[in-house]
DNA sequence: CTTACGGCCTGTACGC
DNA sequence: TGCGTACAGGCCGTAA
């Protein structure tokens, strides 16, 4: 298995993370949560601990690039998986299996640097849920359960883009007026969610639109193709990432990443993937972060 | 109000 | 070979 340490988790590497860990958590209680270290990328919430054990987690829901557990407790448990984090599944089974004598099983147990395991959920039922992340970028908080929609970031955020209410008509209105560039709007949360600067490359080569377009300049049909888009590029996305879960499944339980073809993301140099043009990719530097396009076929 | 930017953090890649 | 430096990037606080 190899790690493209290039893919960071945006919405659908969240989405597969979510769907990797519900069936390990849903209606199970928390026995015990080890926080190694008080902070992540923020100070971990007061009595972090104490407030999760012994909870039931009644439904792990996702929101952008957030995850939220909803606790019997009363409380919603939300992560954010940062730039490097990553959550690892150990049950009975595969604890058992993990100390194969096989040439895999090795490399495998290694994929994470125990060194950077922050926090430790022990579930009912034998299974372990460790939240592993080197940069520490991600972050944990503690919100009402009945309320978690209403607190920062969520009340100001964006609609889901894979929900009915994301379409060109709201795309449209949500960019209107704005006078910065369509890269950088997409990227605003407050847009739409769960957007990081790899998907909105490719989504913006697939409308073959210029990451350089003022964002208010949009006619409601391209804005139309721009929302069609951005679902495909995630949809597709969330697809394989429910193959590599599979795979995840019976290596290491390591959920995060996977292998995924991008059509520009990281392609600078490289042939235009797009049926007929000619162009090639390019990478430019946009309010500090790579921008990948093809100048060919995007205006 | 909107937009822009620095800082956070550490593993990896690269140049000398 | 080893050391130093640049880079990756989501979010948040601050500034313009």
């Not at 042939?271 to 396009?293: D, H, M, P, W, Y």
């Amino acid at each position: 298995m190899r790690f493209n340490l290039a893919s960071m988790p945006e919405l659908p590497e969240v989405e597969t993370v979510r769907r990797g860990l519900a069936p390990v958590l849903e209606g199970r209680r928390l026995l015990a949560v080890k926080a190694r270290r008080p902070d992540l990328r923020f100070p971990l919430p007061e009595r972090f601990s104490e407030r999760l054990a012994g909870t039931r987690v009644e439904r792990l829901d996702r929101r952008g690039k957030y995850l939220v557990a909803l606790l019997g407790s009363g409380e919603a448990l939300i992560a954010h998986l940062g730039m490097s984090g990553r959550f690892t599944i150990e049950t009975p089974e595969n604890a058992e299996t993990s100390g194969a004598e096989t040439p895999g099983a090795f490399a495998r147990a290694r994929a994470t640097d125990p060194a950077h395991d922050h926090v430790v959920f022990d579930v009912e039922g034998g299974g372990r849920v460790t939240f592993n992340d080197p940069r520490r970028f991600g972050f944990m908080r503690l919100a009402p359960a009945a309320h978690w929609a209403e607190t920062p970031p969520f009340d100001a955020m964006g609609p889901e883009p894979l929900s009915d209410a994301f379409d060109g008509r709201a795309l449209g209105a949500a960019l209107a007026g704005k006078t910065t560039t369509l890269k950088a709007a997409l990227l605003d949360q407050r847009v739409v969610a769960g957007l990081g600067n790899i998907y909105v490359n490719e989504a913006l080569h697939r409308a073959r639109l210029s990451p350089l377009r003022q964002a208010g300049t949009l006619s409601r049909a391209r804005a139309g193709l721009l929302a069609a888009a951005i679902k495909g590029v995630l949809e597709e996305a969330i697809a394989a990432g429910g193959s590599s879960l599979r795979d995840h499944a019976q290596a290491d339980g390591s959920l995060g990443y996977f292998q995924h073809a991008f059509d520009v993301y990281d392609r600078d140099g490289e042939a235009c993937r797009r049926e007929g043009c000619k162009g090639a990719v390019v990478r430019i530097t946009q309010n500090g972060r790579s921008s990948f396009l093809c100048q060919a076929c995007q205006r």
